[in-house]
């Protein structure tokens, strides 16, 4: 990925920094939750979503241990290796060990180069917090958008 598009994501995913938590929604200053952050990076960056998203629990997957967002990552991001932070990079966690991923934020930089992490969560929003070591063994996976075409 090039470093205009990475700054490009990084941009367009600060521009969420405020909007309120709101579990399935996904409108930018109104609400959203954190795979709504990404369906709303993902608008802006290549204009429609390339699925329609179905309908989820705050649960969802666990009772299951399906792991459907890692699923659909992988079918529409570009899986690169769990590695030093990349800015624009779109990471996955797992909020407890041998759950299921069910998270999703992007990676980003504090101004003084520490990593940080533009993501949305209940009770805060979406937000950019320092990516500290707590967040970091949650990390699951990792992946970048596709180039855009055209």
């Known amino acids: 990925m090039t470093p205009q598009m990475r700054k490009e994501i990084l941009a367009v995913a600060r521009g969420w920094i405020g909007t309120p938590y709101r579990h399935q929604c996904s409108v930018k200053g109104q609400g959203t939750d954190c795979l709504g ?5 993902w608008r802006e960056l290549f204009g429609a979503e390339p699925v329609v998203v ?3 629990t705050a649960d969802w997957s ?3 241990g399906e792991e459907r967002l890692w699923r659909a990552a992988r079918r529409y991001l570009v899986a690169v290796p769990v590695c030093l932070p990349c800015f624009g ?3 996955l966690f797992r909020m407890r060990q041998q759950a299921v991923a069910k998270h999703v934020g992007i990676l980003s930089r504090a101004s003084g ?3 940080t992490l533009v993501h949305a969560y209940s009770g805060k929003g979406v937000v950019e917090t320092p990516l500290t070591q707590a967040w970091s ?3 699951v996976a990792q992946f970048e958008f596709p180039e855009r075409r055209g």
């Open 37 to 41: 952050l990404l369906r709303g990076v």
């Open 54 to 56: 179905p309908a989820y």
């Open 62 to 64: 666990e009772a299951s």
């Open 89 to 91: 990079d779109v990471v």
């Open 113 to 115: 180069g520490l990593p």
């Open 137 to 139: 063994r949650r990390i």
